[in-house]
């Protein structure tokens, strides 16, 4: 798949390469910054070795990825990453070094790749967040994202109970499209009135 490059006011947005696997490493090894993600942090550099090689590489082969390494445009070395998923979801993801917090750099990353999305086709966006972090609802927010509804989850592998709020984004102009599969799985769901 063609993944193109990206640049914006700050930062560049790549696919990730072999070259970044200690990057990748600082990412995702970091305790506090994988808090609210579903993984255990990596411990080794082999980590992310294998998360490179059966994740990242191997979806850059498929037909459609979005998965970007977001670098400061001065060095072009990763310091997070913004993905959306392919399946009906089209869930976004991200995750960024904690240094790098609060400065808008997520929402900065997230903007452009919408608008690829846009360009692509593709219909929607979803995000969830984990309740307990709020932070990263404001960053969805900040996209023009929508509160639809909370739902629980036993998540895994790290195997506790969540509640989660989903938020969504129409791009193709169907305003009154929600997506349901979050809710209509879980046992738990209900919508918040002060989000």
Known sequence: MNTPTFLTERLLLRKFSKGDLVALYEIYSDIEVNEFLPWFPMKTIEDAVTFYETKLEYGYHQEIAYNYAICL????????????????????????????????????????????????????????????????????????MSYQYSYQEQWQPKDFLVTFRMYQLNLDGNDGRVYTKYWDVSAVHFVETII
């Open 73 to 144: 445009k001065e060095d072009n070395r990763p310091i997070g990453y913004v993905n959306v998923g392919t399946g009906d979801s089209y869930d976004l993801g991200y995750g960024l070094r904690k240094e790098f917090w609060h400065k808008g750099i997520v929402a900065e990353a997230c903007k452009v790749i919408i608008e690829q999305l846009e360009t692509d086709g593709i219909p929607y966006i979803t995000a969830t967040h984990d309740i307990n972090n709020p932070q990263s609802g404001e960053v969805m927010k900040r996209l023009g």
